[in-house]
């Protein structure tokens, strides 16, 4: 069965700091990969997503990750974090043959102003 | 334009109580999706839609749960027998379709309804 992993649970930066949030999946197959971030108080919004091509993928609010199939890994980074960026974030990962996702156990970043 | 509603946006029941919960999905999404998040978990897949039929249920967790999109659009969650177990923090989804197709499968969620059985 399809498996997702996030290293780190919680994570505490100072503002202007870099972040890289962890994420490996267990499939050997094609894959989509996708971040999600909850704000505290909202429901969960896209960040950004993989489906093919360039395995660097920028997303939205300065993110981008990068898919290493030999990893089987699509860590999130952000050159200088915000504290407006203090939320939670979520790896998931579905096939292009199903819709369901499975989804990590997420990262709680916490950025000191 | 209008994202995922969903309604209640909160429910309190007792155990062993029956609760209905609402999906309506953006205008124009063929495949919705439910998903149970508890408390510090990453949200877990129950059952998904393409159109009316149910595509994929093998997350539903036993028999009490139940879900239908009888016209392809809304849809409802159905708990029958509540336990306290079932407290969490139900989620629904739509896309495009459900399988992609570059960016078609891409979901978007809902607000959620947060259930507390008591």
């Known amino acids: 069965a399809q498996s997702v992993s996030q290293h780190n649970h919680h994570v505490i930066l100072s503002e202007a700091a870099s972040l890289e949030l962890g994420c490996n999946y267990s499939y050997g197959g094609t894959v989509n990969l996708f971040w999600y971030v909850q704000y505290p108080g909202q429901h969960l919004q896209l960040l950004l997503k993989y489906f093919s091509g360039d395995p660097l993928v920028k997303g939205i609010k300065g993110f981008e990750a990068e898919f290493i199939k030999s990893k089987f890994s699509f860590n999130l980074r952000k050159p200088s974090v915000q504290w407006s960026d203090t939320a939670e974030y979520f790896c998931a990962v579905n096939t292009p043959n199903t819709g369901k996702l499975i989804f990590g156990q997420g990262t709680t970043l916490q950025v000191k102003p | 334009g209008a994202g995922v509603s969903q309604t209640p946006s909160n429910k309190v029941t007792e155990k062993g109580k029956y609760v209905e919960l609402r999906c309506d999905p953006i205008?124009?999404?063929?495949?919705l999706y439910w998903y149970r998040q508890s408390l510090g978990q990453g949200p877990e897949f129950l059952i998904y839609?393409?159109?009316?039929?149910?595509?994929?249920d093998s997350g539903l967790p036993n028999d009490r749960f139940f879900a239908v999109r009888p016209e392809g659009s809304v849809s409802t969650l159905k708990i029958q027998r509540t336990e306290r177990g079932d407290s969490a923090v139900y989620l629904c989804?739509?896309?495009?379709?459900?399988?992609?197709?570059?960016?078609?499968?891409?979901?978007?969620f809902g607000p959620g309804t947060r259930l507390l059985v008591l």
């Open positions: 205008s124009g999404h063929t495949a």
């Open positions: 989804a739509s896309s495009l379709r459900a399988t992609s197709g570059r960016g078609s499968g891409t979901q978007y």
């Open positions: 839609f393409q159109g009316t039929g149910a595509a994929d």
